[in-house]
């Protein structure tokens, strides 16, 4: 598993019996988690007095956040010289996934300034702003408008150069084939696909029925040197099985190599690691 270890504002401090509890900034979360199947005590007494929002999940899907204290409709996250908005979604989540900072760590060594970066399923922008930030043009597509405006604020409050990235409300699928009719090409190509969900107007995302093809447009789009891939997965089907989607799809064609990590946060109150996705990375 890798992590980082040079967060500031962000924090897991413990996590036991379904629940992580974190630092957002000054906020501080408890939300769940249904790999924390280890009992290492009851959070919410552990902490009591010390937690600012809870997340409930329903029965019946989804749930509720309850403010202990006063939070903040929205506040700020710096990581190193990126900024990110933060705020409470629905379904537990707030806008950003502190662990993917070993990506953007590793998007600023092997993006070159001038470089054509894509990425895919971009949500609240991250990958897009360590993008920006090695000198990159970057295409970010999603196909919901409410991320790509959160996108947009993320990119403006990190002080990135915004006539370098081009903004994409569609489906990824019907993008990337326009894309290599345009005949265009890129250095890097960032995915990020959700198991399940929708395109901008309703086209069906499945993960096991669509990655394979997908994977397989996007050779055609790569650069014929030096070029890179990195694909992220919250599935919870192993890297091994995503690797070895990239392998048949690209490598079969293009050559190069593929590693696969395990992605994960590093609780500060004990040595106890969360593991958290997968992450897949292809170079040529």
């Known amino acids: 598993m890798i992590f980082t270890k040079d967060w500031k504002d962000y924090e897991l401090i413990d996590a036991s019996l379904g629940y992580k509890y974190e630092r957002w900034g000054n906020v501080f979360l408890l939300r769940p988690d249904p790999v924390v199947i280890w009992d290492n005590g009851d959070l919410m007494e552990k902490y009591k007095g010390k937690i600012d929002a809870i997340y409930y999940r329903s029965d019946k899907g989804g749930g509720r956040w309850e403010n202990l204290k006063s939070v903040p409709a929205h506040w700020k996250v710096n990581y190193k010289d990126y900024t990110f908005n933060i705020k409470q979604m629905g379904f537990k989540h707030t806008g950003l996934f502190p662990e993917q900072a070993v990506n953007w760590d590793y998007l600023k060594t092997v993006v070159k300034e ?150 994960g946060l590093k609780c500060s109150s004990n040595d106890l690691l969360l593991p958290c996705g997968i992450c897949c990375r292809w170079e040529r």
């Open 114 to 263: 001038g470089d054509n970066v894509l990425n895919l399923f971009a949500y609240t922008g991250g990958a897009t702003v360590a993008c920006l930030k090695a000198g990159a043009n970057v295409v970010h597509v999603d196909s919901s408008r409410g991320m790509v405006d959160w996108a947009k604020e993320n990119v403006i409050d990190s002080n990135c150069d915004t006539t370098k990235v081009r903004y994409i409300v569609d489906d990824v699928i019907k993008f990337v084939k326009r894309e290599i009719r345009r005949g265009h090409k890129y250095n890097m190509i960032i995915m990020d696909p959700p198991s399940y969900g929708r395109g901008a107007n309703g086209e069906v995302w499945s993960l096991e029925k669509n990655l394979s093809e997908l994977v397989s447009l996007c050779s055609e789009l790569l650069v014929d040197l030096d070029s890179h891939l990195l694909v992220n997965s919250y599935s919870g089907l192993s890297h091994e099985v995503i690797s070895n989607v990239i392998k048949v799809n690209i490598c079969n064609k293009l050559g190069g190599e593929v590693s696969s990590f395990e992605i």
